[in-house]
Antibody, heavy 123, light 110 residues
């Protein structure tokens, strides 16, 4: 059974940093690209970042480019999101999501999603 | 303001058919596949339709998707109360180099 479990969320002051992690199990992790998608409570979905199977290709939404870094540890089956210079508008649930094709890229869509980790940025 | 445009709400009575539209442009829907997601209250999104019209295993054939030009549609036939949820379309945008989502459509089964 595919499982994606996020951790590392919490409260932080504006300008602060957090590192989210996503533990993956139930599939061959390095066969798949991975993504982070966020959702402000009660609002819509926003893609944050994607990474290919070996970390050699990454992509970011303009809203987080230069502040967030996506990475992965294929030996430990973990996906990470390092978030720096956090702003109030970054407050959201952050979901990790697997690419729906085992091509290694992150361009196909998202099939499995984690339940999300809440990040709250406030003074 | 979302790159993809969906109606904020849709409704129907049990047994009826409901459709949800998703409008984009040549750089996104016009040149890439469309996926649809269902989000029940308090849960993570679930893949409902991929590659425009394919259903993952376990998704009832009451759900169907289509794409034409720069628009896509999700149709739900034989509406059931458990279909009440938020529905999102998504595709890759070649100009922005990001995944883009519609703003979501809340489906109410009256």
């Amino acid at each position: 059974e595919v499982q994606l479990v996020e951790s590392g969320g919490g409260g932080v002051r504006p300008g602060g940093s957090l590192r989210l992690s996503c533990a993956a199990s139930g599939f061959t992790f390095d066969d798949y690209g991975m993504n982070w998608v966020r959702q402000v409570p009660g609002k819509g979905l926003e893609w944050v970042a994607g990474i290919n199977w070996n970390g050699g290709t990454t992509g970011y939404a303009d809203s987080v480019k230069g502040r967030f870094t996506i990475s992965r540890d294929n030996a430990k089956n973990y996906l990470h999101l390092q978030m720096n210079s956090l702003r109030a508008e970054d407050t959201a649930f952050y979901h990790c999501a697997r690419d729906l094709v085992d091509s290694g890229s992150y361009y196909d869509g998202f099939d499995y999603w984690g339940q999300g980790s809440l990040v709250s940025v406030s003074p | 303001q979302s790159v993809l445009t969906q109606p904020p709400s849709a409704s129907g009575t049990p047994g009826q058919r409901a459709t949800i539209s998703c409008s984009g442009s040549s750089s996104n829907i016009g040149s890439n596949i469309v996926n649809w997601y269902q989000q029940l209250p308090g849960t993570a999104p679930k893949l409902l339709i991929y590659t425009n019209n394919q259903r993952p295993s376990g998704v009832p054939d009451r759900f169907s998707g289509s794409k034409s030009g720069t628009s896509a549609s999700l149709a739900i036939s034989g509406l059931q109360s458990e279909d009440e949820a938020e529905y999102y379309c998504a595709t890759w945008d070649d100009s922005l180099n990001v995944w883009v989502f519609g703003g979501g459509t809340k489906l109410t089964v009256l």
